[in-house]
């Protein structure tokens, strides 16, 4: 079982920058590929970035070169830096750790609660 935290969230301008933590609980932390989601009203959740099972990282088209997934496993979180934050990133984010089942297949296990970053323009 595995219990994710996030935080960071809030409102900031357009062209600004937010960082969010997710702190998860477990001692299997480094086993899971651990991603970050956003869902913004009336749309589906799409996937942001996420660690693949070999330690590369995949992005979401609309956030590369803006956003860096990184992991720090001595203190089990995962962490999203968002830079250049447009109105369009504006959504819930959650946090989501992940096992692999095969080239680029993935279970999403276990989900944050969510944190809401709004950006206004």
């Known amino acids: 079982q595995v219990q994710l935290v996030e935080s960071g969230g809030g409102l900031v301008q357009a062209g600004g920058s937010l960082r969010l933590a997710c702190a998860a609980s477990g001692r299997t932390f480094s086993t899971y590929a651990m991603g970050w989601f956003r869902q913004a009203p009336g749309k589906q959740r799409e996937l942001v970035a996420r660690f693949n099972s070999g330690g590369s990282t995949n992005y979401a088209d609309s956030v590369k070169g803006r956003f860096t997934i990184s992991r720090d496993n001595a203190k089990n979180t995962v962490y999203l830096q968002m830079n250049s934050l447009q109105p369009e990133d504006t959504a819930a984010y959650y946090c989501?750790?992940?096992?692999?089942?095969?080239?680029?297949?993935?279970?999403?296990?276990?989900w944050g609660q969510g944190t809401q970053v709004t950006v206004s323009s």
């Open positions: 989501t750790a992940a096992v692999a089942l095969g080239y680029n297949r993935y279970e999403y296990k276990y």
